[in-house]
């Protein structure tokens, strides 16, 4: 049985991996900060009382900040793989918060590698890049592309990228950087603009808002699927060879294009309940962002499939089911074609 260890687990990514490796086989380790209040919705479905015999799923307190913690961990745990997905991933509020991004997003991977190596734990690798790092770098953009970053989150995932180069390099660790441009899905957290715009179409629609407020609508974004990510990270650590790759469908989307599918997708009007505030704009802007995915492509067998209008509909159709589960009624409507709606 292989070993995996996920940090970040308790995110959108990181549930969706443990579901992935959990179908696969694998005994699954997360690594999960302490709080006062539980917050493992993402994965509470997936939880066994770790007494049982047939239990796959441990969780373990600790901290991308904690160095010491992290070499004890990889000790007793052992790894066949590690996937680092933990980091303070908004990038509007890695302006606000420059000194913790950099300290969990950059320095955390340098401290979780290099715990690696001197755990002694013979392992494969996968660091989670972003394509803030291409930043103002013109589209599209694929392995060859400059990194121009235009955030302290950007910056700080580039320097996550060089060490974990310099790690594969330096002691012929297995370790791979996996490029992944947005990626989406119902469990994403709720300050994201693109839950952000479903949750609020679905309040909306139940009469519980009016309006939503909105930054830059002009961003271009290549918007995917997160199942369908996480698949590919998997693929990275089961090549022959590591190699950093990009993942990415290719399809470029405005915000207004995502948001107004949304609203579409409900039977309301966006311009009736959207409003623009300049609050939710970044210092530096990225303009667009559009992956070239060919290499995973050759490399993995790897492409995406859901295409962010597809998103937008599935996702919308997620926050509708959560308010009926909690007892706001919604007027049927025909399924979308080739979907199964939620519900």
């Known amino acids: 049985m292989k070993r995996a260890l996920i940090t970040g687990i308790t995110g959108q990514d990181g549930s969706y991996l443990a579901e992935l490796l959990l179908t696969k086989g694998y005994e699954v380790h997360g690594l999960v900060r302490r709080s006062s209040s539980f917050n493992t919705s993402r994965i509470d479905h997936l939880y066994q009382d770790p007494h049982e015999e047939d239990a796959r799923l441990f969780l373990h307190f600790g901290d991308l900040s904690d160095g010491a913690r992290l070499v004890t961990l990889l000790a ?4 066949d793989e590690v996937y680092n997905l933990a980091a303070q991933s908004h990038v509007r509020v890695s302006f606000d918060e420059p000194e913790h991004t950099g300290d969990t997003t950059g320095i955390g991977s340098i401290r979780l590698l290099e715990a690696v190596r001197v755990a002694g734990v013979k392992c494969r690798f996968y ?9 103002a770098s013109p589209p599209p953009q694929n392995e060859d592309t400059l990194f121009y970053p235009r955030s302290p989150y950007g910056a700080a995932k580039v320097y996550s990228y060089w060490v974990t180069r310099n790690y594969r390099e330096a002691y012929g660790l297995f370790a791979v950087n996996g490029i992944l441009f947005n990626h989406e899905s119902p469990r994403r957290g709720e300050t994201f603009v693109t839950r952000k715009i479903t949750r609020a179409v679905a ?18 974004r290549d918007w995917g699927y997160a199942p369908e990510y996480v698949e590919g990270m998997w693929r990275m650590l089961q090549v022959d060879e590591p190699e950093d790759l990009v993942l ?4 470029p989307c405005t915000v207004k294009e995502f948001l107004q599918t949304s609203f579409d997708h409900a039977g309301l009007d966006w311009e009736k309940h959207v409003r623009f505030d300049e609050r939710y704009l970044r210092p530096t802007e990225v303009d667009a962002l559009v992956g070239d995915a060919t290499r995973a492509g050759s490399v993995l067998g790897w492409s995406a499939t859901v295409t962010a209008s597809d998103l937008a509909r599935i996702m919308v159709d997620a926050d509708v089911a959560a308010l009926e589960c909690a007892g706001t009624p919604w007027i049927d409507r ?10």
């Open 334 to 343: 025909p399924a979308l074609p080739g979907w199964t709606s939620p519900r």
């Open 248 to 251: 990415a469908t290719g399809t």
């Open 203 to 220: 309040r909306i629609k139940a009469g519980i808002e009016q309006l939503l407020y909105i930054g830059n609508l002009d961003a271009v």
């Open 76 to 79: 007793r745990i052992d790894p």
């Open 127 to 135: 660091q989670a890049s972003s394509s803030e790092m291409f930043g």
